[in-house]
């Protein structure tokens, strides 16, 4: 389908609708290319396994074996005890029996059939969650800094991220009619959408909520980052805003690039609404429909410049935006383990390798979660946060942990800790070359060479996705791997932990199992030049680039 063809099934939708009521009904295991367009709005993405697709090619089959992704929106990443306790069951009872946790807070169910999928996404509702917006060209789920602090801060970030959301989530009374079984289906009414229009955006819109020192959100990646500022007694000031950013690229097109956001206002707290929803607008006015490589808010300001977009987003809103105000240096922590929460309870941070639950680790949450009714959250580094826990209960949650043979945070390595993965092969079919399942590989040949080096305590941030789009943010990492073709990769250096600049192309066309011999000399040249503490990103970026490349 063209681009343009986008644009027009959008504006003929009738409110997301489409052809998706009639074709949900169908026989039929998919859905085709209009519907498929419209159901990511839906929070849904069509599949097909593309290991079961190479098993019937070499058999001499057409057919493919079609699934479905269903991704779910959970603003700050926060996921009621009720509602995880449902996707965990959903995940056995329609799907492939693991939940992923996304980079951005929401979870993801694989495998699950068309046939099914009403009854997916009705019972996400039913148990407090939805799916709506969790996909397509709309403000997707707003991350917020994960930590279940009870300082003024992470409250500030927390509140706005579920305000934001709750802006920005679209009428479609579509959603409610075809998933949850409401009375007029095949209503021809568009409802009014003031922000959206009746095409939405021109291409995905992502926004995240920081607090000030910590970064985990990555929040110069997204379009819009807001970070709450409080003063001494707690009282919340305002809002930072930066604007800009985003790393979605394409192979081979210049034109296209990984961007880091401008810091770009300071707004007073009760305004904060308002900036958004006119930054949202003028992205939707001004915005590129007719090249969706070029659509994203990215691109619009580095054609016209932040001067521009600064003007056009104060006429908007109807008042004038204050001076960016500084902050305090920024960092990426994680809290693994048990940690204090600051008003009586605690929290306990579960590592989880590429955000894969499944198996033991997926029984060991669900009788937590049973047991102790936690809520939970997922974080943008694809870990779970188990939430809530009175002091007298953690030992519960240490013997549930044991019982399962789940060992803590120092049974891992320090590059483990910090490793992302996009899903990439089988499912997603935008992957040219794996990611998830040769991830763990990688790490371990990069953890031995680093033991050889006495370099084992050290932290290196490691990111890798099967394509370029970004997913798992690898243009930040100080180690970025990204898929070019089937076991073909381009290698990223020098980005940092704190996520605050992009990385460079070091190496092309290396092999999955060559990446840690390809670094080898250069962790080497780390160990006997780097100056005292200085991280490996840091070195790379320090050391001439030309001399690191021979």
């Given at each position: 389908m063209s681009k343009l063809d986008l644009e027009s099934v959008k504006a003929n939708s009738r409110g997301l609708r489409g052809p998706i009521p009639d074709e949900l009904q169908q026989p039929a295991d998919h859905f085709g290319d209009e519907a498929i367009s419209l159901l990511k709005f839906h929070g849904v993405y069509q599949q097909d396994n593309r290991d079961a697709r190479k098993t019937a090619r070499e058999r001499g089959l057409a057919e493919r074996d079609f699934s479905f992704m269903v991704r779910t929106k959970n603003p700050g990443g926060f996921l009621p005890a009720p509602f995880y306790l449902a996707v965990d069951r959903l995940a056995d009872a329609f799907g492939n029996g693991t939940i992923r946790l996304t980079t951005r807070g929401?979870?993801?169910?694989?495998?699950?059939?068309?046939?099914?999928?009403?009854?997916?996404?009705?019972?996400?509702?039913?148990?407090?969650?939805?799916?709506?917006?969790?996909?397509?060209?709309?403000?997707?789920?707003?991350?917020?800094?994960?930590?279940?602090?009870?300082?003024?801060?992470?409250?500030?970030?927390?509140?706005?991220?579920?305000?934001?959301?709750?802006?920005?989530?679209?009428?479609?009374?579509?959603?409610?009619?075809?998933?949850?079984?409401?009375?007029?289906?095949?209503?021809?009414?568009?409802?009014?959408?003031?922000?959206?229009?009746?095409?939405?955006?021109?291409?995905?819109?992502?926004?995240?909520?920081?607090?000030?020192?910590?970064?985990?959100?990555?929040?110069?990646?997204?379009?819009?980052?807001?970070?709450?500022?409080?003063?001494?007694?707690?009282?919340?000031?305002?809002?930072?805003?930066?604007?800009?950013?985003?790393?979605?690229?394409?192979?081979?097109?210049?034109?296209?690039?990984?961007?880091?956001?401008?810091?770009?206002?300071?707004?007073?707290?009760?305004?904060?609404?308002?900036?958004?929803?006119?930054?949202?607008?003028?992205?939707?006015?001004?915005?590129?429909?007719?090249?969706?490589?070029?659509?994203?808010?990215?691109?619009?300001?580095?054609?016209?410049?932040?001067?521009?977009?600064?003007?056009?987003?104060?006429?908007?809103?109807?008042?004038?935006?204050?001076?960016?105000?500084?902050?305090?240096?920024?960092?990426?922590?994680?809290?693994?383990?048990?940690?204090?929460?600051?008003?009586?309870?605690?929290?306990?941070?579960?590592?989880?390798?590429?955000?894969?639950?499944?198996?033991?680790?997926k029984r060991a949450l669900r009788d937590i979660v049973t047991e102790l009714g936690c809520d939970l959250i997922a974080t943008p580094d694809q870990n779970l946060l188990l939430t809530g826990v009175a002091g007298d209960a953690k030992v519960r949650v240490d013997a549930i942990l044991a019982r399962h043979a789940i060992a803590g945070p120092e049974a891992l390595s320090a590059r483990e800790k910090v490793a992302l993965a996009c899903p990439a092969l089988p499912t997603c079919g935008l992957a040219l070359a794996e990611s998830e399942r040769v991830l763990p590989a990688i790490v371990a040949r990069i953890d031995a060479v680093l033991a050889r080096l006495n370099l084992a305590a050290d932290p290196i941030t490691i990111r890798m996705t099967g394509c370029p789009n970004g997913c798992a943010r690898p243009y930040m990492g100080e180690i970025g791997i990204v898929g070019v073709s089937a076991d073909r990769y381009t290698l990223y250096l020098g980005g940092n932990a704190a996520s605050t600049r992009l990385n460079r192309v070091y190496r092309e066309g290396v092999r999955a199992a060559e990446v840690a011999d390809v670094l080898t000399p250069l962790f080497a040249r780390w160990a006997s030049e780097r100056t005292m503490g200085e991280a490996f990103g840091d070195f790379c970026l320090r050391t001439a680039w030309e001399r690191i490349a021979s």
């Open positions: 929401g979870l993801q169910l694989h495998g699950v059939r068309k046939s099914n999928l009403r009854d997916v996404i009705a019972q996400i509702n039913a148990h407090l969650g939805s799916t709506l917006g969790a996909c397509g060209d709309i403000n997707r789920n707003v991350m917020a800094a994960p930590f279940p602090f009870a300082s003024a801060p992470y409250v500030a970030a927390r509140t706005a991220a579920r305000e934001i959301a709750e802006l920005l989530t679209p009428h479609a009374t579509a959603y409610y009619e075809i998933w949850q079984d409401g009375e007029v289906v095949h209503s021809t009414e568009t409802p009014d959408e003031p922000i959206y229009g009746s095409v939405f955006l021109p291409r995905k819109f992502k926004i995240a909520v920081a607090v000030p020192g910590d970064n985990s959100v990555d929040v110069y990646t997204n379009d819009l980052g807001v970070v709450p500022l409080v003063d001494a007694a707690g009282t919340l000031l305002g809002f930072d805003l930066t604007v800009g950013g985003g790393l979605g690229m394409t192979h081979g097109k210049t034109a296209t690039y990984p961007r880091l956001a401008d810091e770009f206002a300071f707004v007073p707290a009760a305004r904060l609404l308002d900036a958004v929803r006119a930054i949202v607008i003028v992205q939707r006015d001004h915005g590129d429909r007719t090249n969706r490589r070029h659509a994203r808010l990215k691109y619009l300001i580095a054609d016209h410049g932040l001067a521009w977009f600064r003007e056009r987003v104060e006429a908007q809103a109807g008042f004038a935006l204050e001076r960016w105000r500084p902050l305090p240096r920024w960092e990426s922590p994680q809290f693994l383990g048990w940690n204090a929460a600051g008003d009586g309870s605690w929290f306990y941070g579960v590592s989880i390798a590429s955000g894969r639950v499944g198996g033991v680790l």
